[in-house]
């Protein structure tokens, strides 16, 4: 009989704990459709504060306008896009059978992932067209209309390839777009330092050299290359130099352009150089 009551009294409080999810979820749910109707935003807090879903609302409003005036993304299916605000969480996105995106609470990265979401990563969000021009776009839309954040925290990009370039540290552009080997860089395995830190420079390298192609060349001609499969074949269709030759006046110009990181620079980036 005691055993019985003891797991009644289990089942009980496994029902109320559930029970106590759901309400939560629930009232920390909140729909947002924008101006044009064709996005849906359905951000849930788990912060348990209100205010965040007020503050995720605003700036993914203004996130989907630069992204969609200033672009002029004017393809965009109507489709809900599900925003989970969550407590020190490293920002995710997801782009299958719903579209979903995981930040902090801090609303780290919203321009970045909502980039990534509207504009398209690889043929079904998937590594198919690499990653150098939608990471480094989503980058550089970050860094102009976004938070102070992941890569450089508020640093020019440019600033901190010279960084990069001043300490040896700089991955040919050749490696960033093998398909047999980006994959390596922009996704490596995360325990150990190693790949934390190559995930940095690959992200700093790819911000720095797409802001080149946009402030050079315009971005007319950089929408022509995004989400390329055959990216260096494309970058001399669009540009009229090959790679290489891009590579170099990047490099040349970030030399001749930009100062040397400060100290206080240096102390935001420790945990991400060897």
């Not at 797991?7 to 009980?12: D, G, K, M, N, Q």
């Not at 912060?47 to 879903?53: A, Q, R």
């Not at 050749?174 to 047999?180: K, R």
């Not at 934390?196 to 390298?205: C, D, G, M, R």
């Amino acid at each position: 009989m005691k055993k019985a009551i003891s797991v009644l009294a289990l089942i009980s409080i496994f029902f109320v704990l559930c029970y106590k999810e759901v309400m939560q979820e629930h009232v920390d749910k909140h729909i947002v459709i924008t101006e044009d109707s064709k996005v849906t935003f359905e951000i849930i807090s788990r912060t348990g504060s209100f205010n965040d879903i007020a503050s995720v609302e605003k700036e993914v409003l203004e996130a989907y306008d630069i992204i969609h005036q200033k672009l002029q993304v004017d393809d965009v299916s109507p489709l809900t896009i599900k925003i989970i605000v969550e407590k020190d969480r490293s920002a995710t996105c997801y782009k299958n059978n719903m579209n979903e995106m995981t930040i902090s609470e801090n609303n780290d990265l919203v321009v970045h992932k909502l980039t990534h979401i509207l504009l398209g990563y690889g043929l079904n969000f998937d590594a198919s067209n690499g990653y150098l021009t939608q990471e480094g776009f989503a980058i550089y839309m970050e860094s102009k209309y976004g938070k102070q954040s992941f890569p450089n925290f508020g640093i020019s990009e440019h600033k901190m390839m010279k960084y990069l370039i001043d300490s040896n540290k700089e991955i040919p552009l050749s490696e960033l777009i093998d398909g047999q080997y980006d994959g390596s860089l922009f996704r490596p395995f995360m325990m150990k330092q190693e790949g934390l830190t190559l995930q940095w420079i690959s992200f700093i390298q790819a911000g720095s050299f797409i802001t080149y192609l946009i402030n050079t060349y315009g971005l007319i001609k950089f929408e022509s290359i995004y989400n390329s499969r055959y990216l260096a074949r494309r970058m001399e269709e669009v540009y009229g130099k090959d790679m290489n030759e891009l590579e170099q006046d990047w490099i040349v110009y970030v030399r001749k352009s930009q100062k040397e990181l400060k100290r206080a620079e240096q102390k935001k980036i420790q945990s991400y150089v060897n």
